[in-house]
């Protein structure tokens, strides 16, 4: 059992808690409306918090432009020294923000100590990036000139994610930005304050320690106004966006209007081929995580099995079987295999899409359903469920955030990687196979269009080293490992004249 009050007591959650901070410094404006935060898992109150008016929104983004002007000019290094710190605060809260993303948003426990460990990791890996944000040198094609590229920090960050990963997408973007010499403005999803409170508190006291300009992480509790404003503004010169397609789409046009940069990282529709080659054993267990771990409620999250037609019937009952298993209930308990959904909006978009499958012709080998009855009282229990399903259903071409698989057949890998393909959006994808031909097949240029395709792992549950993100309707953008840091700096090429002449570049001439 885990006692939430100490958790809560543990991170500086109070009952009350005030709607923007910048850094040190934690406020609300008069106008700011009170709202109660739910838990999923049990239903009851955590806590209150204020929400930001636009009025908030501006004195915040004004204390985050000061900010910038000393932060960019500290060393990169000395920046990752403070990122390092921040790695090791979150390392000795651990426990209890693992277990505060548990009850807040209802990933069971062990995903809850997974989201820190990757905010951990990433922390890691920015401090070491700190050191190695290189520009290429280049060779001028006039003589006694040299060329180079270097980087330079953006600005103010902004920082929109989603309730499903409460804290982790929040630090994955902010780690690079803050090596990078930018500042952050964070807003949180409105269901999932408590967390972000928790974090910028974490963060406010390495700020504290070190005496960092104040608003180097901001927060800013709020609605879709906020996001809104954050899209408009041109005094933020990048906005990362996690979240729906349908969110992305807004976001991403309001930016491009006024021709900023933005990362989105929108819906998924992954799906694991399974091979006659596949070791089945292992593939159960990649489809079973990557479909109901989370609920079904990560961007990577499994929603299709396209499965050979000679081991679908075999695989199929495998998997059956392995749902009749599964434990849902209190994410908090350590045996739970599923907690619930965000909430009853989710719920009912959980049945919504049930009915239509059905209407649609599709059949459940796995009845869906919510749980009713003791320690269901929130109302947000729901059953992973299985239908089998044809790929052009509107239903499937559609993300659903719940843990509804659709399964399916195929006779050639071919007409497999068309159906795989053949979604609008473009996460990630899996094959399953022991046969290198098939596999390389898979990641060919006539393979996978997903921005993350993997070889007999799961769909979910990526490292933070590799770059995230996917194509199409999933948005483009790429955050975490490799160079999505390159995002968060402008480039700018420089070349320099050590010559006593100015010969111009392509032999033009221009003598008077
Ligand atoms: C998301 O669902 O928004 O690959 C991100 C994964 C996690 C990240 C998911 N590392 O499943």
Not at 127 to 155: A, C, D, I, K, N
Not at 380 to 396: D, F, G, R, S, T
């Amino acid at each position: 059992q885990v006692a939430i009050e100490n958790v809560l007591k543990n991170l500086g959650i109070d009952e009350i808690n005030d709607a923007v901070s910048t850094g040190k410094n934690w406020k609300s404006s008069g106008q700011a409306q009170l709202k109660d935060i739910h838990s999923p898992v049990d239903g009851k109150k955590i806590a209150a918090v204020k929400f930001a008016t636009a009025k908030d929104y501006e004195e915040t983004i004004a204390v985050a432009q000061e900010a910038f002007l000393s932060w960019r000019m500290v060393p990169a290094p000395k920046r990752g020294e403070i990122v390092r710190q921040l790695g090791d605060e979150l390392r000795a809260h651990k426990d209890d923000l693992g277990k505060l993303v548990s009850y807040e948003m209802g990933k069971s426990l062990q995903e809850g100590w997974g989201e820190v460990q990757e905010m951990i990791d990433i922390c890691d890996f920015a401090v070491g990036l700190s050191r190695q944000l290189y520009g290429l040198t280049m060779h001028s094609e006039r003589p006694f000139h040299r060329m180079y590229e270097q980087w330079h920090p953006l600005g103010v960050v902004g920082i929109i994610s989603a309730f499903n990963f409460p804290v982790a997408v929040w630090s994955w973007n902010a780690a690079l930005a803050w090596v990078c010499g930018n500042v952050c403005v964070w807003k949180p999803s409105e269901k999932t304050p408590l967390t972000a409170i928790a974090c910028q508190k974490i963060m406010q006291k390495v700020l504290v320690r070190n005496d960092i300009p104040e608003g180097v992480s901001c927060l800013v509790i709020g609605d879709r106004a906020i996001g809104e404003l954050m899209a408009h503004d041109t005094k933020l010169p990048l906005i990362s966006a996690t979240g729906s397609t349908r969110m992305g789409k807004a976001v991403g046009a309001a930016i491009g209007a006024r021709l900023g940069k933005h990362i989105l990282e929108l819906g998924g529709n992954n799906s694991i081929i399974i091979t006659e080659n596949a070791d089945l054993d292992m593939t159960l267990i990649g489809a079973l995580f990557g479909a109901v771990g989370t609920a079904g409620q990560r961007c990577t999250s499994t929603r299709r099995l396209i499965i050979h037609e000679s081991v679908y019937d075999a695989f199929k009952e495998k998997l059956v079987r392995a749902y009749g298993q599964l434990r849902i209930g209190n994410p908090l308990d350590t045996h739970i295999h599923v907690g619930p959904l965000i909430d009853q909006d989710a719920v009912k978009n959980y049945l919504d899409s049930i009915e239509k499958c059905k209407t649609e012709g599709g059949n459940f080998v796995v009845e869906g359903g919510v749980l009713t009855g003791e320690s269901y009282e929130s109302g947000c229990y729901v059953k992973p469920c299985i239908a089998e399903a044809k790929n052009e259903m509107a239903i499937v071409q559609h993300e659903t955030f719940a843990p509804i698989l659709y399964i399916m057949k195929y006779k050639d890998l071919d007409e497999a990687i068309a159906m795989q393909n053949g979604v609008p959006q473009g996460l990630s994808s899996a094959i399953m196979t022991t046969n290198m031909r098939e596999a390389e097949r898979f990641l060919s240029v006539t393979g996978s269009d997903c921005g993350i395709a993997n070889v007999n792992i799961g769909t979910s549950g990526a490292e933070i080293g590799g770059a995230f993100g996917g194509e199409k309707e999933t948005g483009g953008g790429r955050e975490s490992g490799s160079d999505a840091w390159k995002a968060y700096m402008r480039r700018q090429t420089n070349t320099i004249n050590y010559s006593t002449t100015l010969p111009l570049a392509q032999g033009i001439k221009f003598d008077l």
